[in-house]
């Protein structure tokens, strides 16, 4: 094996890991009512109370690769996070997204972007989190700017 066939292995495990961390964080945050779903409502946060946001997760899938308004708000979203260090991933299943921080049928109409906002009492801290934010940082430090997650299969 080549050393970069083992890198490329590795970062597909990293990406794997990290995929289930993101799981356990999004489970987490959504028993503790600190997620906003949705791109407008995300923009709303965003603009009213930026400090409460903690990480920023984008998705899109082959459907909504093409839309150009869907494009332009992931820049922009993209942009305020960079503004404001807020950690921020990219995940490719819609659905099992969906699945993750919708109800039981996993039926929601815009899961394209996910933020997970710090409670205003502050009482919910989460351990994965932070190997979330410590996992972009690594991706930054690599020129990686928005990682992009593999959800874990179910």
Not at 59 to 84: G, R, S
Request: include cysteine; glycine fraction near 4%.
């Amino acid at each position: 094996m080549t050393l970069e066939e083992v890198l490329i292995q590795d970062n597909m495990e990293r990406a794997q890991c990290t995929g289930k961390v993101l799981e356990e964080v999004l489970v987490s945050a959504k028993s503790n009512d600190c997620l906003t779903i949705g791109v407008y409502e995300s923009a709303k946060v965003m603009n009213v109370d930026p400090d409460s946001v903690a990480f920023c997760v984008l998705t899109t899938d082959e459907e909504f690769e093409c839309d150009i308004a869907l494009q332009i708000h992931f820049t922009l979203i993209q942009a305020f996070c960079f503004d404001n260090d807020i950690s921020i991933v990219r995940v490719n299943d819609l659905q099992r997204l969906a699945n993750i921080v919708g109800d039981k049928s996993g039926e929601l109409d815009d899961v394209h972007c996910v933020l997970i906002t710090n409670p205003t009492e502050g009482s919910w801290k989460d351990p994965a989190l932070e190997k979330l934010h410590l996992f972009c940082e690594e991706s930054r430090s690599l020129n990686e700017w928005v990682p992009e997650i593999t959800l874990p299969e179910r």
